[in-house]
């Protein structure tokens, strides 16, 4: 780790946006389970529990003008950049103010003003898109990054290689981050996939690969600091393999039943948000009452989103046919 | 400028001028640059502009049109080529997926400027995987302008249109008119979307052509006024939007309709036609509507077949006959 990077790991300046981004996927994602419980969520829904700190530490690095993409796992990185948990909460319930005005849902959030430039729920499709927009921004030398979640599973799909091919060949300023929780819906990775580092596929792309603890908030955040700044500085594409679980089934129907006895314990014990918190202990720079106020202030705000949401009109039937062409 | 050009120059022409015009544009395919072109229809663009803004990519269709679509997200025009229409298959997905429904999903946060242009049609030989009229697969597609040029003019002005339009369009250039000669106004007013042209009038029976069939319905109309039958000629040059205003005006005088499609009937765009008239026009005919599509089968190769395959003048004349036993 260079030195830079060594110093921001302090994490001081910016260890409250981290934990409140965490907080607030975490909560969103509670209040989504009980209203797709409760019937309110229209066709699934996928949860990212679990995974809060991959997104929370690579979306941390955006700047404005970079763009996002990600996948119909997507409520946590697209909140990561900054979306409103009303328009969030709103477009799932398929109301007018939603971030899409209901006619995306759970797996479509998109919320341009925060550089999230679309959740997509073709596996794999998003990169191709993704490095389009790293293309973009090479060409109109803006400075920009583009950066996209991908899951394990998806680096089988042909999408995924020609886009890393393509980003490797006209050296593209995009990042990729394989979350990969290993489990493409309810295959384990090692039946579907005959190597077991999938970073090791950087390598025929001739695009740097690096390997991050992706349930350790800080280490994503600078692993992928480091590749934002190769990427804006003409130094091309890297491959992050960001190591994680989640603890939901793949979808609001799927028990996980094909989970081994302890696995998910296990991961649970490693918890993001919980290890993000003792780390702030150890290092004395917030103690559990001041962590706790944070978890209280956050829910607070995803209660008040959540209400807000459910006040929101619903959209008007001419919606319908706006907005496809013309 | 007035110059006499092939439909193949005029391709070359209109993304020239279109390149000229403004700077957020930029051409990218295979072999498009270096080699000018698969049909040597983009010849000197890469010399005139420069490798930054004409590109050859990697032969990876869904990268191609991908990264069409995120450059356009960051901020450029972008004109994409597919080499033959037949490869809509292998990236169909970013075409029907993404393309199309992007500013849909998003509620308008998102528009696609891109130009999608592919050589179409049989005719020439190649074979039952490069000759395919693949205009038919995007027909359902809403999301997507569809045009389908029959002459050099009418080719450099819809690319014109294409490129300067906020919305994705699908441009498909026949490859047995490459060779055919026009007059080429540069300074013409942009062509509107959808908007057909008369080709030929005449009060017996209006004939609906695209591309190949237009010339060909053009050929039996020449045949035909020796008898004393004279044939109204519509080219649509877009299928999407259709418009169904020019062939409802001509049928007013003809009552009569002939649409002839290159391909097969089922799922096209010619039955379509029929039935919406039929539907909302039946008053209007005083024979049944006929259709005239290639058979059910895939594009042979041997001359003699594929000469079989493709519908003719003389059946087009036969056609017209028919219709006016009634
Ligand atoms: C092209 C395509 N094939 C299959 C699916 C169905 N599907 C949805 S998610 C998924 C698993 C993807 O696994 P992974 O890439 O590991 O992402 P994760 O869901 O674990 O985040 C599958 C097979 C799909 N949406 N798109
Ligand atoms: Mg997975």
Not at chain 1, 136 to 154: C, E, P, R
């Amino acid at each position: 780790m260079t030195a830079v990077y060594e110093a921001q790991a302090r994490c001081e300046d910016i260890w409250e946006t981290l934990l409140d981004s965490m907080l607030r996927i975490r909560y969103f994602e509670n209040e989504v389970k009980a209203l797709f419980g409760s019937g309110l969520v229209r066709g699934s829904t996928h949860l990212c529990q679990g995974q809060e700190a991959t997104v929370v530490g690579a979306c941390s690095r955006l700047r404005p003008g970079d763009m996002m993409a990600s996948t119909y796992r997507g409520h946590g990185a697209v909140l990561a950049t900054g979306a409103s948990p009303t328009a969030a909460f709103a477009e799932i319930l398929g109301r007018d103010p939603g971030l899409c005005g209901g006619k995306g849902g759970s797996m479509h959030f998109t919320d341009l003003t925060h550089g999230a430039i679309g959740s997509n729920a073709i596996v794999g499709a998003h990169l191709p898109i993704a490095v389009g927009a790293a293309f973009g921004a090479q060409h109109l030398k803006s400075g920009a990054v583009s950066l996209a979640f991908t899951g394990d599973g998806s680096t089988n799909i042909g999408a995924f290689h020609e886009a890393l091919n393509l980003a490797g060949i006209w050296k593209l300023p995009v990042v990729i981050v394989i979350e990969n929780n290993h489990y493409g819906e309810y295959s384990p990775l090692a039946a579907t996939t005959p190597i077991s580092a999938l970073v090791d596929r950087a390598k025929s792309y001739g695009i740097r690969g690096e390997v991050v603890d992706g349930n350790d908030v800080l280490a994503v955040r600078n692993v992928v600091g480091e590749a934002f700044d190769r990427a804006r500085d003409g130094n091309g594409p890297t491959l992050i393999e960001a190591d994680t679980y989640r603890f939901e089934g793949h979808s609001r129907s799927d028990p996980g039943k094909y989970r081994p006895p302890g696995e998910l314990e296990s991961w649970l014990a490693r918890d993001p948000i919980e290890r993000f918190a003792d780390l702030l202990k150890e290092r004395e720079i917030a103690g559990t009452e001041i962590v706790e106020a944070h978890r209280q202030q956050v829910g607070a705000e995803i209660a008040a989103a959540l209400q807000a949401a459910k006040a929101a009109p619903e959209p008007q039937p001419e919606r319908l046919y706006e907005d496809v062409i013309g | 400028m007035i110059r006499e050009l092939t439909y193949r120059e005029a391709i070359a022409s209109a993304i020239g001028d279109e390149l000229e015009a403004d700077p957020r544009t930029v051409f990218f395919g295979e072999d498009v640059g270096a080699a000018g072109g698969a049909f040597k229809s983009t010849v000197g663009l890469l010399e005139r502009f420069g490798g930054e803004r004409v590109r050859d990519t990697p032969i990876s269709e869904q990268a191609i049109v991908g990264a069409a679509i995120g450059a356009a997200i960051a901020g450029l025009r972008p004109i994409a080529e597919i080499m033959f229409a037949d490869f809509v298959g292998v990236c169909f997905d970013q075409i029907v997926n993404q393309l199309a429904k992007y500013r849909y999903m998003t509620a308008g946060q998102v528009r696609l400027p891109v130009t999608l242009r592919m050589a179409n049609g049989a005719g020439a030989g190649f074979g039952a995987q490069h000759s395919q009229a693949a205009e038919n697969w995007l027909i359902n597609v809403p999301g997507l302008y569809l045009a389908t040029p029959a002459t050099a003019e009418d080719t450099y002005r819809i690319l014109r249109t294409a490129v300067q339009c906020d919305d994705p369009v699908v441009v498909f250039e026949h490859k047995n008119l490459f060779g055919l000669k026009g007059t080429i106004d540069s300074t013409a007013p942009v062509l509107p979307v959808g908007k057909a042209d008369v080709v030929r009038s005449g009060e017996h029976v209006t004939v609906v052509a695209t591309q190949q069939m237009r010339h060909r319905a053009v050929e039996a109309a020449e045949e035909l006024a020796a008898e004393g039958i004279h044939i109204e000629v519509i080219d649509p040059r877009w299928l999407t939007p259709f418009d169904d205003a020019a062939v409802v005006a001509s049928l007013q005088k003809t009552s009569r309709l002939l649409v002839v499609q290159e391909g097969p009937a089922p799922g096209g765009w010619a039955g379509a036609l029929v039935a919406r008239l039929c539907a909302h026009h039946f008053e209007l005919f005083d024979a049944p509507p006929r259709l005239l599509t290639s058979p059910f089968t895939p594009v042979p190769y041997s001359g003699v077949l594929e000469d079989a395959w493709l519908p003719s003048a003389p059946d087009v004349a036969d056609c017209c006959r028919e219709l006016l036993k009634y």
